[in-house]
């Protein structure tokens, strides 16, 4: 039966000093190379072995000691979960969940950028039955479509960022106020057909309002301006959608 220590912070150490105290092997991971934590893992025993994440994972039994908000990047490390042994140490004590909401929308917004793009990601921060609404055209999209409509803007902007100017947070509802900017390189979808490269820039103003319910998206509104984003690239008269 093999053992990995997943976090390396005063839990994880703590748990590798009680492991080196009955002589047990166990490896312990982090999100950095294991050289750099070599040194310390030496001082609490030699039965204390660094390894990658993807590594300690294999490991019949995990014991979990990131902080909680890590726990779905550890997730990610292995295709499944089936037939492990996990022992969670990790716990929410003390964080307001508007400080998990905020990150949560942070988070979501890095897999949007142009450089970054992850619609997976994106979409799979929303419940099942989770939607978009486009304000300005009154179009809802579920699932890949949600991804779709992500990737069309990120294609007709290749560096398309989305400036997060402020963001409130009651209970589970999230608002963020946003200058979306980015350089028109890529062909882009309007109401009346295609719009080739203008090489123009945008900095348009969006407010997104989000509910989340169960650590997921149930609903996000976006209320944007494409009139002004279509007056920045000098298409006047154009629709978007
Ligand atoms: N401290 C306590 O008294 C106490 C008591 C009971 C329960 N807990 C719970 O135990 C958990 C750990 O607490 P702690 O005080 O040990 O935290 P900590 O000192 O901040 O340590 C967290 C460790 O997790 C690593 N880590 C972060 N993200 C990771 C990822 N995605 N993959 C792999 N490793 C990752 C960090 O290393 P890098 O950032 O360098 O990768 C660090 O080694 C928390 O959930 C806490 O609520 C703590």
Redesign the pocket.
């Known amino acids: 039966m093999s053992h990995a220590i997943?976090?390396?912070?005063?839990?994880?150490?703590a748990l590798a000093k009680a492991f080196a105290r009955k002589g047990i092997d166990v490896s312990v991971?982090?999100?950095?190379d294991p050289e750099s934590f070599a040194s310390a893992a030496a001082a609490i025993g030699p039965m204390i072995t660094p390894k990658t994440?993807a590594e300690a994972v294999k490991a019949d039994i995990v014991f979990l000691?990131?902080?909680?908000d890590?726990h779905p990047?550890?997730a990610k490390?292995l295709p499944t979960w089936q037939g492990k042994t996990i022992i969670d140490?990790?716990?929410?004590?003390g964080v307001p969940p508007e400080e998990h909401h905020e990150k949560f929308i942070r988070k979501l917004y890095t897999y949007a950028e142009g450089q970054g793009l992850d619609t997976d990601e994106f979409v799979s921060m929303f419940s099942d039955d989770g939607y978009m609404l486009d304000m300005a055209s009154g179009t809802k999209f579920r699932g890949k479509a949600i991804g779709d409509s992500i990737a069309a803007l990120a294609s007709a902007f290749p560096d398309v960022h989305r400036e997060l100017l402020s963001i409130y947070v009651a209970e589970n509802v999230v608002i963020v106020e946003i200058a979306i900017r980015g350089t028109h390189k890529g062909e882009l979808a309007l109401a009346s057909g295609t719009l080739a490269p203008t090489g123009k820039s945008i900095d348009a103003p969006v407010c997104d309002i989000y509910h989340l319910e169960g650590g997921k998206i149930i609903s996000f509104h976006c209320y944007n301006l494409p009139s002004v984003m279509l007056q920045q690239i000098e298409q006047k008269d154009m629709r978007l959608s």
């Open positions: 997943i976090g390396f912070g005063k839990i994880g150490q991971a982090t999100t950095r994440l000691a990131v902080r909680f890590a990047d550890v490390a140490v990790t716990n929410a004590y």
